[in-house]
């Protein structure tokens, strides 16, 4: 027999045995040009043939890649490759070539023979040209199927396996595997532009780095970028130009010898970086999978295609709302079952515990302090480090908010990170960065109890082994679904174009970003925060949540809050807050069934009707779930409120008060309307809420409310009811600085009297909600004012107003009713004894805190 036909033979005897074990996934459209080609045989009169290209020379490879060619009808990747004369034996080209004739010892840095064959070719052949498909073939990438630690071990990575592993790959992940066809390139286009472009290099070097490049980048998309190990990482950073001069000042700084400032160096740099490890993520992988289904009846993931597309061409960088610790490990999650490389997650180093550290060092979590001040050469380190990242294009996470939000509210951005990384960027650009706003929403907390404490003015408590454990033996509760929704992506080259900065660069890592950068910084990080908002999940408890607070014993006969859960559903319905938001597809009825089974809320039977309550020890908790939808509903709610409480008020006036408080609620649930935009949505809620005969009109045109005790007026209280907070809060601060009058308090004494005030207020009239005199709500409203021009400050740091404060804090009659105007009259007039004394008496409680910290 003829070396020829033994080798069909066995060809054909291995696709046999292959296809028993092997049935790759197929990703992606199946390019156009091969779907009509056919057999490369019957192609001696055609012009253009098919040639498949696979980076790492490997015949179980090329065999895999023939049957799938077969079983889709495209061109056989094993068919000999025919044009005019010249035949060449199968249309598979490796570029990563390996000598044929001396196995042991293959030529991997040779020009593939094939490529220069076919380059050769069409150089003489000028009507002919060959379509290259790029192929990518990983083993053991499918991890929704993976459910072992020894294939989680052997899966694919950067390397190219050796014999024996590509044996256990195929043993292990014949099913278990990822396959896709990339975009037909025309040979003869890339041999004419290398020609153009690159004169020095020959064609076959330009086209070899081109499809070798273009392949590690599909290949990233999944795997991540290859990645050195841990040590050549930290060797990098010390010895990089700018680590070595923030060594030198060190030394001079500290008057140290420059080996014990290097040694310090490297203190920073293994207390920050991360310890990549592919078999630590595909190990977290298979155990969440187990974690979740024990702990969640699902986790449902809402517009990820929106991420896989941008993942090809743009730097990915995750920014999601920060609500508990398994927002880490959700998101990564999330990430990898879905087929792309989980990101490098920046984490605050209180949990850079023994053991827990490490396990998240492998799943990407780099560590960063809390606090850059003090430490030049830290910063140095640290910002290195985030630019060898985005320089490697390896995704990103980081929480724009800082910390978790005790509350439930997006919190204010903390642009630290934000700004390290444009200024990364500005450094040396690769790709162009996209974040992506990520809302993730729980329908119960771990942390539940643990923030219900801190709200409640109890002391944060720190990580650590035994909170972990503490945590874990919840495991047995049921926890709901979880939500996660990705968001309007918000691409960093438009916001530096908006602010006229996209031409700027930095030259070092120490050189400061001028002012047009810094606002592109903070354009980016509200409208992140934004896009959050937008991105938000309405689900059976948040819903509950909202309508059940509304009410004044947090009860409410069932039959109506059913028409309450279902009068909410139908605006958003006809009216969506954004049409990324996801909206529960239960009922009414279904919601309340749901909530009892969470054990959120309870029924009370009586012969007249039962009555859904919240369960006793919840309300505080349920607050955090309203508080996610609240931005939501804020509009129609203050719209609501406006008509209930004046009875009937022209759509003019209406319109004027939502002009003169929307700034305020814009700065505080971060809204998505524009304040000179404001009108439209405005009128477009006042006919929603006229459809649904919540409000009525007047024959005058006025904006009319129902009839106290009818069924559609105790609906509209209900509807109204989520602003007040909101609203009583900002007359808080105004009565206060009214009272003190222009130039005799400052923002300070303000702020902490608005705090002190707010806390009086909740205890007097059981709001149940500590939120109501978070510090932070305050320190918003009074910046707005700042911002707005309403108040300014004095020479001595008092605040001083003049005619438009006094004219905003007219607006209070018409959304406040005049026993709570007189109440926060009385509550907020002060002596200049008093205030002195309510101050003082503050100022030795923070310092009693303080001292405790200090001596944890």
Not at 367 to 396: A, C, D, H, M, Q
Not at 676 to 700: F, G
Request: hydrophobic share 40%; glycine share 4%; with cysteine.
């Amino acid at each position: 027999m003829s070396k020829s036909g033994f080798g069909q033979i066995y060809r054909k005897l291995s696709s046999k045995l292959l296809d028993l074990v092997v049935t790759p996934q197929v990703l992606g459209e199946v390019p156009v040009a091969s779907q009509t080609a056919e057999k490369q045989g019957d192609a001696l009169n055609k012009p253009k043939v098919v040639c498949y290209v696979l980076q790492n020379h490997s015949r179980s490879n090329a065999l895999v890649v023939d049957g799938e060619t077969r079983r889709l009808k495209l061109a056989p990747a094993l068919d000999p490759l025919t044009i005019k004369d010249h035949k060449e034996k199968v249309s598979v080209l490796f570029l990563q070539h390996s000598d044929e004739n001396n196995i042991l010892n293959p030529s991997a840095h040779k020009l593939p023979p094939r490529l220069l064959s076919l380059v050769e070719l069409l150089e003489k052949h000028p009507d002919a040209d060959v379509d290259l498909v790029p192929v990518t073939l990983l083993w053991g990438r499918a991890p929704d199927k993976e459910n072992s630690l020894l294939k989680v071990l052997m899966t694919d990575t950067w390397s190219t396996p050796g014999t024996v592993k590509q044996l256990i790959n195929i043993g292990m992940h014949g099913r278990q595997s990822y396959l896709e066809f990339h975009e037909p390139q025309s040979l003869r286009k890339l041999i004419e532009f290398a020609k153009e472009t690159h004169p020095n290099i020959s064609p076959a070097t330009y086209i070899l780095n081109t499809l070798n490049n273009y392949l590690d980048n599909q290949r990233e998309i999944v795997l991540g970028p290859d990645l050195s190990d841990r040590r050549n990482v930290m060797h990098s950073l010390i010895k990089s130009p700018d680590v070595q001069d923030a060594i030198r000042r060190e030394s001079i700084r500290s008057k140290i010898s420059l080996l014990e400032a290097e040694r310090r160096a490297i203190g920073c740099v293994n207390e920050i970086v991360s310890d990549y490890s592919h078999s630590t993520v595909r190990f977290a992988s298979m155990a969440l999978t187990r974690l979740w289904t024990q702990l969640y009846d699902g986790v449902d993931v809402h517009n990820f295609s929106t991420v896989r597309e941008l993942a090809k061409d743009y730097e990915i960088i995750y920014t999601p709302c920060h609500r508990s610790h398994i927002d880490y490990l959700l998101l990564s999650y999330v990430i990898y079952q879905r087929g792309l490389m989980v990101p490098y997650i920046a984490a605050g180093d209180n949990l850079n515990m023994p053991f827990v550290g490490q396990i998240l060092r492998g799943g990407g979590a780099f560590f960063i302090r809390r606090s850059f001040r003090g430490s030049g050469l830290y910063t140095t380190v640290f910002k290195e480090y985030l630019y060898s990242i985005l320089s490697r294009n390896t995704p990103l996470e980081y929480f724009i908010e800082g910390g978790r939000s005790r509350t439930g509210r997006i919190l204010p951005p903390k642009t630290g990170m934000l700004a390290m990384t444009v200024h990364s960027h500005l450094r040396g650009r690769s790709k162009p960065i996209v974040f992506i706003p990520t809302y993730i929403g729980y329908e119960r907390l771990m942390e539940g109890s643990t923030y219900v404490g801190e709200m409640n003015g109890k002391a944060k408590e720190s990580e650590s082994i035994m909170g972990i454990i503490k945590t874990l033996r919840k495991i047995e509760k049921v926890f709901g679904k979880v939500h996660v929704n990705f968001g309007e992506p918000v691409f960093l080259d438009d916001m530096l174009k908006q602010h006229n900065a996209e031409n700027v660069t930095v030259a070092k890592n120490d050189d400061a970003i001028p002012e047009e950068v810094s606002q592109a910084v903070n354009s980016s990080a509200n409208a992140i925060l934004e896009n959050i908002n937008r991105a938000a999940v309405i689900n059976p408890v948040s819903l509950l949540s909202l309508i059940l607070l509304a009410t004044p014993k947090h009860t409410l006969d069932e039959e109506i809050c059913v028409k309450q859960i279902d009068t909410y559903r139908n605006l958003l319905a006809s009216l969506p807050y954004d049409e990324r938001i996801q909206v529960t597809p239960l009922s009414g009825k279904e919601i309340i069934a749901y909530g009892l089974k969470l054990k959120l809320i309870k029924r009370v039977n009586h012969v007249l009707g039962d009555i859904i309550a919240i369960e006793e020890g919840q309300a505080v908790l349920l607050t955090y779930f309203r508080n996610n939808i609240l931005h939501a509903f804020v509009l129609p709610s203050l719209i609501a409120a406006l008509v209930n409480h004046n009875g009937s008020i022209a759509p003019k006036d209406l319109c004027n008060v939502i002009k003169t408080l929307y700034p305020f609620l814009k700065a505080e649930l971060f809204l998505k309307w524009n304040e000179d935009d404001i009108q439209a949505p405005t009128e477009a809620y006042i006919n929603a809420l006229l459809n649904a005969k919540l409000i009525s009109k007047d024959a005058e045109g006025n904006l009319v409310a129902p009839a106290p005790n009818t069924e559609d007026h105790n609906q509209l209280v209900v509807l109204a009811t989520p602003v007040m907070q909101s609203l009583e809060r900002y007359y808080i601060t105004l009565s206060l600085i009214t009272q003190r009058g222009s130039g005799n308090i400052s923002m300070r004494q303000v702020e902490e009297l608005s705090h002190l005030v707010g806390q009086r207020l909740s205890v007097l009239y059981e709001f149940n909600s500590p939120e109501f005199f978070d510090k932070a709500l305050f320190q918003s409203f009074i910046k707005m004012l700042t911002q707005k021009g309403y108040i300014s400050t004095n020479e001595d740091n008092s605040i001083v107003f003049d005619a438009p404060f006094q004219n905003i804090t007219q607006y209070a009659n018409l959304v406040l009713d005049e026993d709570k105007l007189q109440m926060l009259h009385h509550i907020t007039s002060f002596t200049d004894e008093e205030l002195k004394e309510a101050l003082d008496a503050l100022a030795a409680q923070q310092a009693k805190k303080r001292q405790k910290r200090k001596k944890k």
